[in-house]
């Protein structure tokens, strides 16, 4: 077996898959140097803390809670003494434009309950629907989801259950094919969004996450979710890894296919035996001398980017004791607006959104009596050529006005504190290619295999953990590919 005491790698992005994979690198006796661009770590899931509120900048949902707490685990560590992840009751509120709503959650009841309400023939296809994603599940989660797909072979040799599993359907035609209401279509179906993909083109794996959800339950970090990434900056500090933070690593340098130093925005050039990137791939692929081959080439030009995110933070002076902590309010239209995001790239009026309500279970995110909140809309990505400086505050007003509107009664009025985030910050600020908020999308063409592999096609000792590689987005994706890491470095 290769020695790799003191072997040096550099992670580049503290995001959770770079901190993951700094960490599970450091349990292997690796010296870790971990490089940030910002002067504070979590990547996507930033905190911006603004006049007494806590602003969790992304990720609000916390699933498969075993993947965090395994990190700590790695060091004999007991999580509990770093973090604090409590389930919710009702994981998502749906409202529905003619004010139907609907709360989803693991009560199997409640949900039987409520699906009857709105279409009786409908509760078989649920049960159906629930039990056929428990073997997408298995398939594509515990078998697959750490498994590194470097090779031809890795992937062929799946197929034949994957097609069994009707990869092939998107998962709005999967959920379609069990269910007749065209609300709880959507309701059964959206999952792909919270990874960047649209429902009518992301390949029916991704159904998976209906019955991941199930398995574990939906979490919150008290604190937010930043108090998970203080957790493990605190272990990593404690473990001695190396952190380097509001340094961009600006190039690699790199000798007959093996990157031997990198070079720091501030002129300083590090030696290093391995590069795991945490870094958009794309981005990171753009950026690099070495080019790779037509092969190579062809797969990077072929790739469709997940959308844009606009995320208003706000806090209020009133309180909104009704809502949910997570509510998803469709428009009118669905397919026609996830193609104009999608396809067409241009803004519509009629928006779907998501509204993270943090106080409704951690009053330590505002001051007393006060609510802290943010409001995700997505957009088209910047391959749009979307004017954010002009479109930025019409889009800020049109939420405000619909959020009025559909739930939150004199909210403008009442707004204390408030910023946006468009798909420039993720493109500037966060490096990713057109500013997608979450790489490249899911679809089957671009999963897997096809998707940016976790050890670099083009460069022997260059590595990829996070959205753009594989399995793909949302915490439990990037935080498997560090385990994908873990098997091959
Ligand atoms: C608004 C929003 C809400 C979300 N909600 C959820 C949710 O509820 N649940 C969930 O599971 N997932 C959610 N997600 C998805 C999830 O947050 C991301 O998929 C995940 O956090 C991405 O992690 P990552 O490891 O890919 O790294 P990233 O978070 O993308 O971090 C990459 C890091 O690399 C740094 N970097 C880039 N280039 C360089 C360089 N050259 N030198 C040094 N550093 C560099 C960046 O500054 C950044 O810190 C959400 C995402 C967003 C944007």
Same mark, same amino acid.
């Not at 997408?136 to 040799?157: H, Q, R, T, W």
């Not at 080019?291 to 209020?316: A, C, D, H, N, Q």
């Not at 910050?425 to 979450?438: C, V």
């Given at each position: 077996m290769m020695n790799i005491?003191?072997?040096?790698?550099?992670?580049?992005?503290?995001?959770?898959?770079?901190?993951?994979?700094?960490?599970? %690198?450091?349990?292997k006796k690796y010296d870790v140097t971990l490089v940030e661009k910002h002067k504070d770590l979590g990547g996507r899931a930033r905190v911006f803390k603004k006049n007494g509120f806590t602003f969790d900048a992304g990720p609000t949902v916390i699933t498969a809670p075993y993947l965090i707490n395994e990190l700590f685990e790695l060091f004999n560590k007991n999580p509990n003494d770093y973090i604090n992840i409590t389930p919710l009751k009702t994981w998502y509120r749906f409202l529905f434009e003619d004010g139907t709503n609907f709360d989803y959650s693991g009560n199997e009841s409640l949900?039987?309950?409520?699906?009857?309400?709105?279409?009786?023939?409908?509760?078989?296809?649920?049960?159906?629907?629930?039990?056929?994603?428990? #073997?997408? /599940?298995?398939?594509?989660?515990?078998?697959?989801?750490?498994? +590194?797909? @470097? #090779? =031809?072979?890795?992937?062929?040799?799946? %197929? =034949?259950a994957l097609l069994s599993l009707k990869s092939y359907k998107s998962v709005y035609s999967l959920v379609s094919s069990y269910i007749k209401n065209e609300k709880l279509r959507r309701i059964l179906s959206m999952h792909p969004l919270l990874v960047g993909g649209n429902p009518f083109t992301t390949t029916s794996i991704y159904g998976l996450i209906l019955y991941l959800e199930k398995k574990w339950g939906i979490h919150y970090s008290m604190g937010g979710t930043g108090q998970i990434v203080e957790g493990l900056e605190k272990l990593m500090i404690e473990e001695n890894i190396k952190i380097i933070k509001g340094k961009e690593v600006n190039s690699f340098i790199i000798d007959n296919k093996k990157i031997n130093k990198i070079r720091l925005s501030d002129g300083n050039e590090i030696y290093t035996d391995n590069v795991v990137c945490n870094a958009d791939p794309p981005a990171i692929? @753009?950026?690099?001398? !070495? #080019?790779?081959? %037509?092969? /190579? +080439?062809?797969?990077?030009?072929?790739?469709?980017?997940?959308?844009?995110?606009?995320?208003?933070?706000?806090?209020?002076?009133? !309180?909104y004791k009704n809502i949910e902590h997570h509510?998803?309010?469709?428009?009118?239209?669905?397919?026609?607006?996830?193609?104009?995001?999608?396809?067409? #790239?241009?803004? *519509?009026?009629?928006?779907?959104?998501?509204?993270h309500r943090a106080t409704a279970t951690d009053k330590s995110m505002a001051p007393t009596g006060h609510e802290c909140f943010y409001v995700l809309v997505p957009?088209?990505?910047?391959? +749009?050529?979307?004017?954010?400086?002009?479109?930025?505050e019409k889009m800020k007003d049109l939420i405000?006005?619909?959020?009025?509107? @559909?739930?939150?009664p004199e909210l403008k009025k009442n707004i204390v504190e408030d910023f946006y985030l468009t =798909?420039?910050?993720?493109?500037?600020? %966060? *490096? !990713?290619?057109?500013?997608?908020?979450?790489?490249?999308? =899911?679809?089957?063409?671009? +999963?897997a295999y096809f998707r940016f592999h976790n050890k670099s096609e083009i460069c022997d000792n260059l590595y990829f953990v996070g959205a753009g590689t594989h399995p793909g987005a949302g915490i439990p994706g990037v935080l498997s590919s560090a385990k994908v890491l873990d098997k091959i470095l």
């Open positions: 005491k003191n072997k040096k790698v550099i992670v580049v992005g503290a995001g959770f898959g770079g901190i993951a994979a700094a960490l599970r %690198l450091k349990a949900m039987k309950n409520q699906i009857e309400k709105i279409n009786k023939q409908d509760v078989k296809g649920y049960l159906d629907l629930v039990n056929f994603t428990k #073997k997408i /599940f298995n398939k594509g989660y515990i078998e697959l989801a750490d498994v +590194s797909f @470097d #090779k =031809p072979f890795s992937m062929i040799k799946h %197929l =034949p692929y @753009d950026n690099l001398k !070495t #080019k790779g081959g %037509l092969l /190579f +080439s062809l797969k990077r030009k072929r790739m469709e980017y997940s959308m844009g995110l606009f995320v208003y933070y706000f806090g209020t002076k009133k !309180t509510t998803i309010k469709f428009g009118n239209k669905y397919k026609e607006h996830l193609e104009d995001i999608f396809k067409h #790239k241009k803004l *519509n009026a009629d928006i779907s959104y998501y509204l957009v088209p990505n910047n391959l +749009s050529k979307i004017n954010w400086s002009m479109e930025g405000i006005d619909k959020m009025e509107n @559909d739930l939150l =798909p420039d910050y993720f493109e500037k600020e %966060l *490096n !990713t290619k057109y500013g997608s908020g979450f790489s490249i999308q =899911p679809k089957f063409s671009q +999963s």
